[in-house]
């Protein structure tokens, strides 16, 4: 009996542990979103989250509310003054993937130039900034995380969530 309630104990502790990090990814997401919708985010660069803060993320992936205020790629020539907030986050959680793998794009924190989504097939480059490339990004990256759970996170990170769209960031 006490090696039941020991067990029982232990598991409620961890259990404890588990949602305060889950609280802590959510409230952090949650100040990010709230900076940037405010026109307040001071850094220079992305967050530094981690795959425990992206299902949080994903929770504004359909954002439409325009942003002016947000993180720009330095060595970009191209700068776009705006952006669809669940653009931006999406190119956050696409920033969080590439630093799990150390992608060739990355620069910094940041997972290409700009967080635009562009035609991967197209001869010369062609932005594609609809609402409807928006939706197909947002949903491709919603499948990619909660098809792929079972998967280690970085096998799973290695998953690119476009390769099966028409779309690649710029």
């Known amino acids: 009996m006490k090696l039941l309630l020991a067990l029982i104990a232990i598991t409620g502790i961890i259990s404890c542990e588990k ?5 802590n990814y959510k409230a952090e997401v949650e100040m990010y979103i709230h900076q940037l919708k405010e026109g307040r985010y001071e850094s220079m660069d992305l967050p530094s989250f981690t795959a425990e803060a992206i299902p949080f993320l994903l929770n504004y992936r359909n954002e439409a509310r325009i942003i002016t205020n947000f993180p720009h790629n330095p060595i970009s020539s191209l700068y776009g ?6 653009v931006y986050v999406l190119w956050t959680i696409e920033s969080i993937r590439a630093v799990a793998v150390n992608s ?26 609809s609402q409807k490339s928006h939706e197909i990004a947002a949903q491709a990256y919603y499948d990619w995380w909660f098809d792929n759970l079972e998967l280690d996170d970085f096998a799973l990170m290695e998953i690119d969530p476009l390769e099966q769209t028409a779309y690649v960031w710029r």
Request: aromatic fraction near 6%.
């Open 104 to 129: 060739k794009y990355r620069i910094g924190r940041f997972p290409s130039l700009n967080p635009i989504l562009a035609m991967r097939n197209g001869e010369s480059l062609t932005l594609a900034a």
């Open 81 to 86: 003054p705006e952006c669809k907030l669940g």
């Open 19 to 23: 949602n305060n990090e889950d609280v």
